[in-house]
Nanobody, 120 residues
Framework: VQLVESGGGSVQAGRSLRLSCAVS????????MGWFRQVPGKEREGVAT????????RYVDSVKGRFTISRDNAKNTVYLQMNSLRPEDTAMYYC???????????????WGQGTQVTVS
């Protein structure tokens, strides 16, 4: 099982980044997907979750209207489009796979290794 994130980097406030997570090794289309973030010394925070086929999404309040999660089941890839970035969005971002309720609670069946996002 592999979840490989990419697209992180350092940007100025107000700019955009798009994170990608390429998945292999399990039935991607049968798992909900989520993005989490964590700052050293703080608890991991669920950022966004998307269901399997109907594309229902859920976001933490702090990113609503700025971030968009999407998935391409043909490419086994989930994305996080991040617009109007703020310094407080700085964190390590992880993608994860599991059932919807578990992702909302902050747990998952599978995790990626993370990609760093720094906003200054």
């Amino acid at each position: 099982v592999q979840l490989v994130e990419s697209g992180g980097g350092s940007v100025q406030a107000g700019r955009s980044l798009r994170l990608s997570c390429a998945v292999s090794g399990f039935s991607y289309s049968r798992r909900c997907m989520g993005w989490f973030r964590q700052v050293p010394g703080k608890e991991r925070e669920g950022v966004a979750t998307v269901t399997t086929r109907d594309g229902f999404t859920r976001y933490v309040d702090s990113v609503k209207g700025r971030f968009t999660i999407s998935r391409d089941n043909a490419k086994n890839t989930v994305y996080l489009q991040m617009n109007s970035l703020r310094p407080e969005d700085t964190a390590m971002y992880y993608c994860a796979a599991g059932d919807f309720d578990s992702l909302v609670r902050g747990t998952a069946d599978y995790w990626g290794q993370g990609t760093q996002v720094t906003v200054s």
